[in-house]
């Protein structure tokens, strides 16, 4: 198994930064792909970026290109999410995901085997 645990989340002005942290804990050398997702109050979870086992490649959903920028830290089995020029619709929670057994470039949650418990970014206007 597998443990994700969601970091760096808070309150921030619009315009802000926040740098999201996930530490993986367990048998990490089962992970492959992992990504952010979010969450808003009333909506569907979707992904926000994800990058690949060894992080040289990466993929952005249109609302975080330019402004967020995803990588990991194989070593010390942490994944962060840098957001910039935050916005009032970047609220909502983002849990952190990895996949098992092969690298899937997906954008699907069921594509996803392992998720964090979350963590709530809210941008004030």
């Known amino acids: 198994q597998v443990q994700l645990v969601e ?6 002005q619009a315009g802000g930064s926040l740098r999201l942290s996930c530490a993986a804990s ?20 979707d992904i926000v970026a994800s990058i690949s086992r060894s992080g040289g490649t990466t993929a952005y959903a249109d609302s975080a290109k ?6 990991r830290d ?5 994944m962060f999410l840098q957001m910039n020029s935050l916005k009032p619709d970047d609220t909502a929670v983002y849990y952190c995901a990895a996949q ?3 690298d899937r ?4 949650v069921m594509g996803y085997d392992y998720w964090g418990q979350g963590t709530q970014v809210t941008v004030s206007s």
Do not use: D
């Open 7 to 12: 970091s760096g989340g808070g309150l921030v």
């Open 26 to 45: 367990g048998r990490t050398f089962t992970i492959y792909r992992m990504a952010w997702f979010r969450q808003a109050p009333g909506k569907e979870r």
């Open 66 to 71: 330019g402004r967020f920028t995803i990588s």
């Open 74 to 78: 194989n070593p010390k089995n942490v």
């Open 100 to 102: 098992a057994v092969a």
């Open 105 to 108: 470039l997906t954008t699907a």
